[in-house]
């Protein structure tokens, strides 16, 4: 990751959403009450691995990143799309 925004959601639940957060070092989510976003620190198999077993079958979430992903055979993505950020 070159900066913050590079993986926003990662960013936030590593740092001041912490308490807000579900996972470990490799995967996290927010609690699903609270919003259905999700993020890995880096795209390795392990971490993307980590992710899927995060969110149980028939959930979304939603991934924000500056990178593409190749997902796990576990996830599908149901929409792709590109985001502006201010």
Not at 54 to 81: G, K, N, Y
């Amino acid at each position: 990751m070159k900066h913050v925004l590079d993986r926003p959601i990662w960013s936030a639940l590593a740092t001041r959403h912490q308490a807000f957060a579900q996972g470990d070092n490799l995967a996290r989510r927010y609690m699903p009450s609270i919003v259905p976003f999700s993020a890995t620190a880096v795209d390795d198999k392990e971490s993307l691995e980590a992710l899927a077993k995060l969110i149980p079958p028939r959930e979304s979430s939603f991934v924000v990143q500056a990178d593409a992903i190749v997902l796990p055979a576990a996830l599908c993505a149901i929409s792709t799309a590109s985001l502006v950020q201010m």
